[in-house]
């Protein structure tokens, strides 16, 4: 359950924060619920269910696909959902996920942008990832790192046919940056 709340309220663009003052449920609290180290209640999951604008079946994944219906009034396409697959078990501070988007058979639509508090850093491992970054439009081939701060409106899709698209993401929420490193030059190598 933990990953699909850390889902539901990703897709919302909250932070753990931001959710902690809009249902009175602690930061760390929500962070062990979503990493699985503790069980929500059922109190628990009626507030977050209620903050995030969904059902508790669909937070508890009991919702069939037939319940479910529409979420919005954009036609829904019936081709499968992305992955999202957590690489770390965090408190707080930076986190990575793997992304893998399903190949699409037509060109895609403008990605639906959100901002949120945080620093991401997203690099390509396989395919072409369309990027809205604000009014800019990139896209991403394997090998290729951006980095963002998501006060700024983004968004994702896979950039055309061809296949899936799989990339990393390394989020710090409250900012925080990757820090590159490289060590100092040997002098004896002058």
Not at 125 to 146: F, I
Not at 158 to 183: D, H, K, S, W
Request: some cysteine; hydrophobic content about 35%; glycine content about 12%.
């Amino acid at each position: 359950m933990g990953p699909r709340l850390r889902t539901a309220r990703e897709r919302n663009g909250a932070t753990l924060n931001g959710v902690g003052r809009a249902t009175g449920i602690s930061p760390s609290t929500l962070s062990r619920i979503e990493t699985g180290r503790r069980k929500p209640t059922l109190e628990v999951l009626l507030r977050l269910a209620k903050a995030y604008g969904t059902s508790l079946d669909e937070l508890a994944g009991t919702a069939s696909a037939a319940a479910d219906g529409p979420r919005s009034p954009a036609p829904q396409r019936s081709a499968p959902a992305k992955a999202v697959l957590p690489l770390t078990r965090y408190v707080g501070g930076l986190h990575a996920h793997k992304h893998v988007l399903p190949a699409v058979d037509a060109p895609p639509e403008r990605p639906r942008q959100v901002s949120h508090d945080g620093y991401e850093w997203l690099c390509v491992l396989y395919g072409r990832l369309w990027l809205a970054l604000g009014d800019h439009d990139l896209v991403l081939s394997a090998g290729e790192v951006v980095e963002f701060d998501t006060r700024t409106a983004h968004g994702v899709a896979n950039a055309g046919p061809g296949g899936p698209v799989e990339y990393l993401i390394m989020f710090g929420p409250q900012g925080e940056r990757l820090r590159p490193r490289t060590p100092a030059p040997d002098p004896r190598s002058r």
